[in-house]
């Protein structure tokens, strides 16, 4: 009996032990993928939205490696997530999304934020939360240089004209705002509406000031038109935060760390997307 009972004792034991390991080994890997998780913060962009983000072939000025690609991105948007991903205490990811794809890759979890130029409208906060705003603009207009449309001052100045602007976007809306316009169909990126109005097909599309810049510094074919009576238009329109997931914890900790970059050094950094921006988009 007694060296039955030695046994059970012995078996038990073992089993006592391999029920350990097995639960040690299930923690540490679920402690190493939290760990892997929380080392990075990844963010989505369209890298086709200059000078708030673009393509570019190397890191040059700052710019970063596309997961899963062999390009980069760069601009203001990329330099503004290097500061919130140090400040994080991670390192940055940037994952190349349709402006489309942007809001459903942060909700599924792809990416941790969306940084892309993208305004915190009433709507999109239906389903996402937004960060403090890191940038405030206005809306402009980009036509071509020497057309009808160049001397504009106020938005009717445009009545006639086919003008467009990016899918699903406020730039889109405001166009209603112009009394007998041509309005076209909405387009997907930035780059697009740049060969449409070089090639004619529109004579003008509706951006935000710095896009504005951009567009003229690459084009010379092209000129940003400011009016005096412009487009009416909130805060919430112009204004550019990072997206979030709806209760995301990283909210409150971007916002501490936003509020240490002032203005003056945020229009630094986006005078010198502007400047660094490729020479063609």
Sequence with gaps: MKNKFLLLMMFASILLLLAACGTDNTEKTGSGSATQESDTFTIGLEAGYPPFNWTQMDDSNGGVKLKGNAEYAGGYDVEMAKKIAEGLGKELVIVKTEWDGLVPALTS?????????????????????????????????????????????????????????????????????????KKQTAMDNFPAMRVALESGKIDGYVSERPEGISASSANENFVMVEFTDGFKASEEETAVAVGLKKDSELTEKINEILAKVSEEERQEIMDNAIKNQPAAE
């Design 109 to 181: 979890g792809k990416i941790d934020a969306i940084m892309a130029g993208m305004s915190p409208t009433k709507e999109r906060k239906e389903t996402i939360d937004f960060s403090d705003n890191y940038y405030t603009s206005n809306f402009v207009m980009v036509v071509k240089k020497g057309g009808p449309y160049e001397g504009a001052k106020s938005i009717q100045d445009l009545k006639g004209a086919k003008v467009t602007g990016q899918l699903n976007t406020s730039h889109y809306g405001v166009i209603d705002q112009i009394e007998g316009v």
